[in-house]
């Protein structure tokens, strides 16, 4: 048994990195970048009008009231997409929409409701005193040229779709999805919507791992149910070491009479790099390598399972897509958290901010088999084995669960 920082350290060596690929913006959503994304050109792109209106020369409307209107005279039009070439001389004006081109000689927008409004009349009477760069949008005032505007890394959302477009990038290059198997072992687990008989249970531990892969952008190549059998494992686990970046059991790996995986794994020439790690739960973890193909087994309990995943196996994908490091925290215990003498030890938690401070509380349900301890869990809470017991007000790690927030 190695400890949870050695089996890191192990794992940390043998992460190898996905290439890349270039996707359409239109099919980019959860993508990670592999390049950073850079403002070709300044934004507002060009001087442009905030308001419909006319463009003016301030001076020309100094003194100008609804009692005293400034008369200018109209001598164009210039509208999103289509930008007036005239220059603005001493008295004269020129309507102006919203997001059209400010013209030459131009320094203020007058908004129509100031001024007598659009009609073919060529005089416009403008009724209040324009200050210099009034609803003009300044070329550059948002972003530089050259400025970096989402870094390599960066998981592409709503946000960052939008700022692509804006910003002219038709396609992006994005890390290519890991190709992942995920399996799971046990006479007794049966589909949820069949009937189970006595002695069965539902297998819950894909359904997670399937949402887990899909949450981090990786593709689900094979899935399967297998008995706890050699012949049907070793025929699943040759095909998925020949076509996945990652294979993910779940059960089987302990110490059973018909725990099978890791003989089949080693059967099959898997090199494996450690077997069982000082943690709680999910102690008999295994990690190995195959030519190709990262294999983690992590122990059935539904718990210990959704925990490996996010301790063990998101971290290896994030980074095999050159993700941002994902960071832990420490959080104020308002509650005691149960160590261990010689395992680290996990539990789903809840964390929250107050009084200015990271505060957390483990789920009270600990079992292993306890999924239940999950729902409404939006962290991971992880402690040092220790002799002392952490009590309340005491700091402990938590790692956020990416898709959560603090509540
Ligand atoms: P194992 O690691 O195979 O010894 O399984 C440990 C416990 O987890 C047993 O109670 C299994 O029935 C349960 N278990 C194994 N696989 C699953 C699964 N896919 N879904 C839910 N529970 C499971
Ligand atoms: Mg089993």
């Given at each position: 048994m190695i400890s949870v920082k050695e089996a890191k350290s192990i794992i940390n060596q043998k992460i190898f990195r996905l290439g890349s690929e270039i996707v359409q913006l239109n099919n980019s959503t959860q993508r990670l970048l592999s390049e950073d994304i850079i403002a070709k050109f300044p934004s507002p792109h060009f001087n442009n009008s905030a308001m419909d209106g006319f463009a003016v020369r301030s001076l020309d409307t100094i003194g100008a009231s609804k009692e005293n209107p400034v008369t200018l005279k109209n001598i164009g039009i210039s509208s999103a997409g289509i930008p007036s070439n005239l220059v603005l001389n001493k008295g004269e004006c020129i309507q102006c929409m919203t997001g059209a081109k400010i013209p030459s000689g131009s320094d203020a927008i007058v908004i129509v409701e100031d001024t007598t409004g659009f009609s073919d009349n060529p005089n416009v009477k403008i009724m209040i005193e324009a200050l210099p760069e009034s609803h003009i949008r300044k070329k550059g005032e948002e972003i530089k040229k050259g400025d970096i505007l989402i870094n390599k890394g960066t998981r592409i959302k709503p946000s960052e779709i939008g700022i692509c477009a804006t910003f002219g990038y038709g396609e992006l290059k994005v890390s290519k999805k890991p190709k992942i198997a995920i399996f799971g072992t046990g006479n007794e687990l049966v589909e949820p919507g069949k009937n189970i008989k006595e002695g069965e249970i539902y297998n819950s531990n894909l359904y997670v791992f399937s949402d887990l892969v899909k949450k981090i952008g990786g593709s689900v190549l094979m899935k399967d149910v297998l008995k706890d059998d050699k012949e049907h494992l070793e025929s699943f686990l040759s095909e998925a070491m020949e076509s996945c970046d990652l294979v993910i059991s779940s059960g089987?790996?302990?110490?059973?009479?018909?725990?099978y995986v890791r003989d089949v794994f080693l059967d099959l020439g898997v090199e494996e790099?450690?077997?069982?790690?000082?943690?709680?739960?999910?102690?008999?973890l295994f990690f190995g390598t195959g030519d190709k193909t990262l294999i983690f087994g992590l122990p059935g309990n539904p718990v210990s399972s959704y925990i490996g995943f996010m301790v063990w196996v998101w971290p290896v994908l994030n980074e095999m897509m050159g993700g941002n490091r994902i960071k832990s925290f420490k959080a104020e215990l308002t509650e005691p958290f149960p160590l261990e003498k010689i395992k680290y030890r996990y539990l789903f938690g809840k964390a929250w901010v107050e009084d200015g401070k990271v505060r957390c509380k483990p789920s009270k349900?600990?079992?292993?088999?306890?999924?239940?301890?999950?729902?409404?869990?939006?962290c991971i809470l992880g402690a040092e084995p220790s002799g002392r017991q952490l009590n309340s007000g005491d700091l402990i790690d938590i790692n956020l669960l990416p898709w959560e927030t603090m509540k």
């Open positions: 089987g790996v302990s110490m059973g009479r018909f725990d790099h450690f077997w069982k790690v000082a943690q709680k739960p999910g102690k008999p349900k600990s079992g292993s088999h306890m999924l239940t301890s999950s729902l409404n869990a939006n």
